[in-house]
């Protein structure tokens, strides 16, 4: 989510087709409000304190409230992306302040908003 892995013109393909496949599988029984705003949110995966999490990345502040008050859907997301047993079920719903370059995420482990600077995405190594 920083500067340098997620820039405003990097392709965000697979991020979307995560996003999109995790709502239809996923909250296709859920209300078509809650199903609309996370069309417009991007989902991924990061490591925070050398942990896995799942990032919901909203566009905007307004959205990232909704669905910070809307936490038990994403329950064990990392448990079925990862097969990390041992992983947590810890969720952020971020969204960028304007020019500041800085995330402010709701953090479900700990019930409470932060400021992140940046996450570490994991990287895909290709085999060459």
């Keep these: 989510m920083s500067d340098a892995q997620t820039p405003h013109n990097q392709d965000r393909t697979l991020e979307q087709a ?6 239809d599988d996923y909250f296709d029984n859920s209300e078509s409000w809650l199903r609309a705003i996370l069309r ?8 925070l304190d050398e942990e896995p999490v799942f990032v919901v990345e909203c566009p905007n502040q307004a959205v990232a409230k ?3 008050r809307k936490t038990y859907p994403f329950r ?7 097969d990390c047993l041992n992983g947590s079920d810890r969720t952020l719903f971020c969204y960028r302040e304007k020019g500041e370059g800085i995330w402010c995420c709701f953090d479900t482990s700990t019930s409470s908003w932060k400021t992140l600077s ?3 995405t994991p990287t895909a190594s290709t085999d060459s």
């Design 18 to 23: 995560l996003t999109n496949k995790i709502i």
């Design 118 to 120: 940046h996450l570490q």
């Design 76 to 82: 064990g997301m990392v448990y079925f992306l990862t």
């Design 66 to 68: 909704r669905l910070s």
């Design 40 to 47: 417009m949110c991007i989902f991924s995966l990061a490591y």
